[in-house]
């Protein structure tokens, strides 16, 4: 989701880069829809790891990542909490999609070391996560959005997490460039600052 990297791009790492760089500007494009950095002309891009070409060199810019299902308590004064991901079929799905002609999100999860997707139909479909974080504040359905980005509300009691011990973490977010391509001194700056200041997961 845009909206999970954007987190990155305006917080504390990428600021502390600016405050410790001023000769550099930055020019950067926030989009969910797949872009070939070459044939673009871009520096770079940041995506998460797992969808990365194997001919880029990719730095980490986050720690590990975790998506959980959540919803609202009036959501569950209505309906019970789903036990088991094959339940969501019996739930009011709000789900994610990278551009309008793109498929929905298929939601992951593991049981058992083994990881499977479920294909659910969502009452409501979005380019936008942060539709999903309202629409499930005010009591419509389930989404699944980056623990992270739900950690207040949580913490506050206006959403649940269910579907916990399914859901587990996933290397997050790298900054990528071509291999081949001569890295502009700008960027080489860039890479050289996260390598050292980068959050670190729990795992290193």
Same mark, same amino acid.
């Given at each position: 989701?845009?909206?999970?990297?954007?987190?990155?791009?305006?917080?504390?790492?990428?600021? +502390?880069?600016?405050?410790?760089?001023? %000769?550099?500007?930055?020019?950067?494009?926030?989009?969910?829809?797949?872009?070939?950095?070459?044939?673009?002309?871009?520096?770079?891009?940041?995506?998460?790891?797992?969808?990365?070409?194997?001919?880029?060199?990719?730095?980490? *810019?986050? +720690?590990?990542?975790?998506? *959980?299902?959540?919803?609202?308590?009036? #959501?569950?004064? !209505?309906? &019970?909490?789903?036990? %088991? &991901?094959?339940?969501? *079929?019996?739930?009011?799905?709000?789900?994610?999609?990278? @551009?309008?002609?793109?498929?929905? #999100? !298929?939601?992951?999860?593991?049981?058992? /070391? !083994?990881?499977?997707?479920?294909?659910?139909? +969502?009452?409501?479909? =979005? @380019?936008?996560?942060? *539709?999903? =974080?309202?629409?499930?504040?005010? +009591?419509?359905?389930?989404?699944?959005?980056?623990?992270?980005?739900?950690?207040?509300?949580v913490a506050r009691g206006e959403l649940v997490p269910v579907l916990e011990e399914f859901s587990t973490p996933f290397a997050g977010f790298y900054l990528y460039y071509p291999e081949r391509r001569h890295a502009s001194p700008a960027l080489r700056v860039l890479v050289d600052y996260l390598r050292r @200041?980068?959050?670190?997961?729990?795992? /290193?």
């Amino acid at each position: 989701m845009a909206d999970a990297a954007e987190s990155f791009l305006s917080g504390p790492l990428l600021a +502390g880069f600016l405050t410790a760089h001023p %000769h550099v500007d930055l020019d950067v494009d926030v989009s969910n829809a797949p872009i070939d950095i070459v044939r673009e002309g871009y520096d770079a891009g940041i995506r998460l790891g797992e969808v990365i070409d194997r001919d880029m060199i990719a730095v980490p *810019v986050s +720690g590990d990542l975790r998506l *959980v299902a959540v919803g609202a308590p009036a #959501y569950f004064a !209505r309906r &019970p909490k789903p036990q %088991h &991901p094959r339940d969501l *079929v019996a739930h009011e799905i709000l789900n994610w999609h990278p @551009t309008p002609d793109a498929p929905p #999100y !298929r939601w992951e999860f593991t049981e058992n /070391g !083994r990881d499977f997707s479920v294909a659910l139909r +969502g009452r409501v479909l =979005t @380019t936008e996560a942060a *539709v999903l =974080t309202r629409l499930a504040r005010a +009591g419509v359905g389930l989404a699944m959005l980056y623990e992270d980005q739900v950690h207040d509300d949580v913490a506050r009691g206006e959403l649940v997490p269910v579907l916990e011990e399914f859901s587990t973490p996933f290397a997050g977010f790298y900054l990528y460039y071509p291999e081949r391509r001569h890295a502009s001194p700008a960027l080489r700056v860039l890479v050289d600052y996260l390598r050292r @200041t980068r959050p670190r997961s729990p795992a /290193g």
